[in-house]
Each structure stands twice: as structure tokens, then as C-alpha cells.
């Protein structure tokens, strides 16, 4: 009987695959984000509002997981971006190898934007890295504040919350002030954003974050495609 | 929720471990498990006697260790290294 030590993440191939996709998304620029919220979050309405609101000229792309139906497909691609829907037929999460798959018909290259819906659920997609800049963690009003204690891994990889449905506040007895504590205790740096895709409200504030982060990231990319254009001297004689 | 993808990785990554010791079967894989992983270790035991049944793997045992963080590692595989293991002639008859 030998025993061999392996010392490998058990998601490593997942993890592979969304390296090599990051590397790509890296080179050219294009923000990636992953949205993960409970069902009912607000995440596709969200979306569609983003969608609504990116300035002419934008370049952008959307992936939608759901375990069944093309439904937010088809309400997210009325705002003329590209949508695709990735069907996990039963998985609770969306995983790197699904979204390269889906990519593969795509300019995505191009996108400024890649944004992926993941599968209603606050554990699972919380594993899985897609190559993305960011996850974005969606929590309505219409659900507790204490969702970040509960759920405390993926408030911890969050790097932004969207606290979304704002415009029930009135009807509902959710604490803004308690969540947001709530959720700095699990992750001190975590960014908040409050919005409401019905009235618009804080989609400005948003709509900062996304650019300010697309540039970090074109600025990044223009150094790492400096950097490879140097050109290579050859040594005499060769 | 998600312990049949994560059984179904651990497998693959035990097979894939195996090649590199032609002859061996494996008999016991450790994964460590964080408890901020997000998996539950019942649940993650259950799918895995699930996959491996009728499989070359069906022996293979799942041995669970608790850990701290996120962390979800494969720590270690033992392999039998008595099974079935080729002679030196056979295997020179098979070349």
C-alpha cells in the first residue's frame, strides 16, 4: 500500500479553465462580471436596466444560467445586446467550462462588458471562479438582513452588493442600516450600492462603478500589450 | 447542493492521479474540507458512493478532513500497489 500525497484543489480544472478565459479577458479589456443572488433577487431585472441605461456605443454581452427555461434570455434580449442562455438542466451553478462553451460563437473579445447571470443561489456559484473581474452579490430588501451572516462566503468574495428593490422599502420592515453592518462584518471592504430597477434609483452610482472599473482594467490591459510590443532585438549574426 | 459536481471532480482528479502509477488501484482518497467551503461533508460522501458504484472505483474509499477557511483540497491518495500489477515478462510481451 503506497500513499502518494496529491495537494490539488478539487476544483482545480474548473479553476484552469477559468484562468486561461481571465488571461484572454485580461489582453483585451473586457470587464466580466458575475452576479450571484437568491431566485427572486432581482439580478435579471437588474440586468435588463443596466442594459437599458449603457451608453450608446456600448459593446456588451450577457449570459443567463438557469437550471430550465430560456425566459430571461428572452427578456434580456430585448434591449439589442447579445444574450445567451445556459441551461445547467439541474446544476445550481454556472461553471467556467459553460461559460467558455457559450462564449466560443461570440466576438466577446470585443465586449467591453461580458455580465453572467449566475443560477439563483447564494452557495454554490460562490466555488466557482468563471473568470470574471468581480462577483457582484444581489440582495433585495424583500429578503432578511441578515443574508450576509447566513450566507457568509459569498459575501466574502463579493467585492460589491447591490442592495436592490429599495422602492418596497416603505412596505417591508428591512433595515438598511442592519444589513450593511451585517455585511461590512463578514467582508470590511465590501462595496454597497443601493438601487431599485423600477424607479432607477442609484443606477447612476453604478453605472460609475462599471466605468471606473472598465477603465482600471483597459489601463491594465494597454500595460500588458505595451509590455509584449517590445520589440524582441535579434543578436547580430542570427 | 452542488456535492454530485464536487464528487464527480474528486474522481476525475483521483483517475487522473492513477496514470502516473500504472498497476496501482486506488483505495482511499482524502479531501480536505473547509468550513466555509460550502459543502456538506454528509451530502458530498452520499453522491460520491453514488458515482463510483459500478465503476473500476466502486472500492474506493472517501476519507473527509475537516479544515479551516474555504478550502476544498484533494490532500492524499493511497493505492494498492499489489493489484494487479504486471510482471516485468508480461510486460514485455505486451510491448
Not at chain 1, 434580449?77 to 461553471?95: E, F, K, M, S, W
Not at chain 2, 447542493?1 to 464528487?7: F, L, N, P, V, Y
Not at chain 2, 492521479?17 to 458530498?44: H, K, M, N
Request: proline share 5%; glycine share 8%; aromatic share 6%.
Amino acid at each position: 500500500m503506497i500513499q502518494v500525497p496529491v495537494e490539488r484543489k478539487v476544483l482545480s480544472e474548473n479553476d484552469r479553465v477559468a484562468a486561461k478565459l481571465r488571461t484572454r479577458l485580461d489582453l483585451v479589456g473586457t470587464l466580466a462580471l458575475n452576479f450571484i443572488g437568491s431566485p427572486g433577487a432581482g439580478k435579471t431585472a437588474f440586468l435588463e436596466r443596466t442594459l437599458q441605461m449603457l451608453p450608446g456605443g456600448t459593446s456588451a454581452g450577457v449570459l443567463t444560467g438557469d437550471i430550465q427555461t430560456e425566459n430571461d434570455a428572452i427578456r434580456l434580449a430585448r434591449h439589442g445586446y447579445p444574450v445567451q442562455q445556459i441551461t445547467t438542466g439541474g446544476a445550481c451553478h454556472l461553471d467556467a467550462r459553460m461559460v467558455v462553451e457559450h462564449l466560443r460563437e461570440w466576438p466577446f473579445e470585443e465586449f467591453d462588458f461580458l455580465f453572467i447571470e449566475n443560477v439563483g443561489n447564494l452557495v454554490c456559484p460562490t466555488s466557482y471562479d468563471l473568470g470574471e473581474d468581480a462577483k457582484i452579490v444581489v440582495l433585495s430588501v424583500a429578503e432578511g438582513e441578515d443574508k450576509p451572516m447566513k450566507y457568509p462566503g459569498i459575501f466574502r468574495k463579493a467585492e460589491l452588493m447591490i442592495l436592490n428593490k429599495i422602492d418596497l422599502l416603505p412596505y417591508v420592515p428591512f433595515q438598511v442600516a442592519l444589513a450593511r453592518e451585517y455585511a461590512r462584518q463578514i467582508h470590511p471592504g465590501i462595496e454597497i450600492i443601493e438601487t431599485s430597477s423600477v424607479t432607477g434609483a442609484g443606477f447612476g452610482q453604478w453605472l460609475e462603478w462599471l466605468n471606473r472599473r472598465r477603465f482600471a482594467k483597459l489601463a491594465a490591459a494597454a500595460a500588458v500589450s505595451e509590455e509584449a510590443e517590445i520589440p524582441v532585438e535579434v543578436p547580430a549574426g542570427a | 447542493m452542488h456535492e454530485m459536481g464536487i464528487a464527480s471532480s474528486i474522481l476525475e482528479a483521483v483517475r487522473k492521479e492513477q496514470r502516473r502509477y500504472p498497476g496501482c488501484r486506488p483505495v482511499r482518497v482524502a479531501v480536505r474540507i473547509g468550513e466555509f467551503s460550502g459543502v456538506s461533508t454528509d451530502s458530498l460522501q452520499f453522491c460520491f458512493e453514488a458515482i463510483v458504484r459500478d465503476t473500476p472505483e466502486e472500492a474506493l474509499e472517501l476519507s473527509l478532513e475537516p479544515a479551516g477557511g474555504d478550502e476544498l483540497d484533494i490532500a492524499w491518495l493511497e493505492l494498492d500497489d499489489d493489484a494487479e500489477k504486471p510482471s516485468v515478462d508480461q510486460r514485455e510481451v505486451t510491448v
